[in-house]
């Protein structure tokens, strides 16, 4: 699956989860239903979590918020 596969897939499931619930719910929420319509289109998709914070190679003990990690099952 190509690049632009993908992120027609992520943009679907956003666009339905949007579609699907409105506006006004917690984040927590509609990361939860991201994640799920996510595997639903046969992606990978791991909940919010912490990146490691390094700067100039040095990691500092404290971890920066992101979104989402995910790709192709069985990918890189």
Do not use: W
Not at 5 to 33: C, M, N, W
Not at 44 to 58: D, H, I, M
């Amino acid at each position: 699956m190509q690049e632009n596969d993908i992120s027609y897939l992520i943009r679907k499931a956003a666009f339905e989860v949007h579609t699907e619930s409105g506006p006004g719910l917690l984040e927590s929420v509609y990361e939860t239903a991201l994640q799920f319509e996510l595997r639903q289109a046969g992606l990978l998709a791991e909940g919010p979590g912490t990146l490691a914070n390094g700067v100039q190679g040095r990691r500092h003990g404290c971890g920066l918020p992101h979104g989402f990690a995910g790709g192709e099952p069985g990918g890189s």
